[in-house]
């Protein structure tokens, strides 16, 4: 059963989601301090980040979708990657197989909490992973299709707000607080009134700005949960290169169990 369309601000055809979500990494953002905190989350930070995670983690549903990536790099053709990720975030699981190009076909990751392997089709075995993987060498990384647990890995602050586009945001600064996260600083654009990421940027322990990550639009399942169709992911170190993201076939129709697990994952590549 695929759930009813929600069209956002930014919804439409491909083309025009991505002139928009272009338009939307051009418009300056006047940002209103920055705090660090202490050893402890800020109280209000933390709600603010289990507020967005309880819409985006999808406990109570099955959700298999189809992600086509579109990455473009200067001076070279577009490169073009489909994926089919099955998600069961009740007990933080998801399974993910690589569709297109034939390059790619019959890879995939299967995630189990924070246990993560890619399964290699050529040589039939799985190498363990962690969230650092880019997804295909693209500017997305495995972690943004499971379940969200930013607490257990960050220290949250308040950081200001801000004018992101035409939303008001509010800004949470998360850092890390273990090794084996995606990336050491990150500030979330939360935009006031439903609490949803409109923007994410990604810094190194140094605080260079690595990546930024533009949530275009989301779809409704119901029940107060979300799961976005649109994303734009900008390198900010090799200028020019940035990803596409979007999300489409989806369904909440029940998964068999059988599908979360490694022996799934081989099967599809014979």
């Given at each position: ?7 956002g ?61 579109v ?26 197989i ?12 299967y ?6 392997f ?19 060498s ?43 996260v ?16 409109v923007?994410?940027?990604n ?10 990550s533009?949530y275009v ?5 119901g ?12 390198d ?9 993201l ?14 979360f697990?490694?022996?799934f ?5 014979r």
């Amino acid at each position: 059963m695929k759930p009813k369309q929600h069209t956002g601000n930014c919804s439409g055809h491909a083309a025009a989601a991505l002139a928009a979500a272009l338009a939307l990494a051009a418009f300056p953002v006047a940002a209103q301090g920055t705090a660090k905190g202490g050893a402890a989350s800020d109280p209000a930070a933390a709600a603010l980040v289990r507020g967005f995670e309880d819409k985006l983690n999808l406990e109570g549903l099955d959700v298999t979708n189809t992600f086509t990536f579109v990455q473009k790099k200067a001076a070279e053709t577009d490169r073009v990657l489909r994926v089919r990720i099955f998600r069961r975030d009740a007990v933080d699981a998801f399974t993910l197989i690589f569709q297109f190009p034939d390059s790619e076909k019959g890879k995939g990751y299967y995630r189990s909490k924070d246990d993560l392997f890619l399964y290699l089709p050529s040589t039939r075995e799985f190498v363990y992973r962690n969230r650092k993987d880019d997804v295909g060498s693209t500017d997305v990384r495995t972690d943004l299709f499971g379940k969200s647990r930013l607490l257990d890995q960050y220290r949250a602050t308040l950081a200001g707000q801000a004018r992101v586009s035409k939303w008001d945001c509010d800004i949470v600064r998360l850092d890390a607080l273990q090794l084996d996260v995606s990336f050491p600083v990150q500030k979330w654009y939360l935009r006031k009134g439903d609490g949803l990421p409109v923007k994410v940027e990604n810094f190194s322990a140094s605080e260079t700005l690595l990546r930024t990550s533009y949530y275009v639009d989301y779809q409704d399942l119901g029940k107060g949960k979300y799961i976005f169709t649109k994303l734009l992911s900008v390198d900010a170190l090799e200028k020019g290169q940035q990803t596409y993201l979007t999300n489409d076939a989806i369904s909440t129709s029940r998964i068999q169990d059988y599908v979360f697990s490694k022996a799934f994952l081989e099967e599809q590549s014979r």
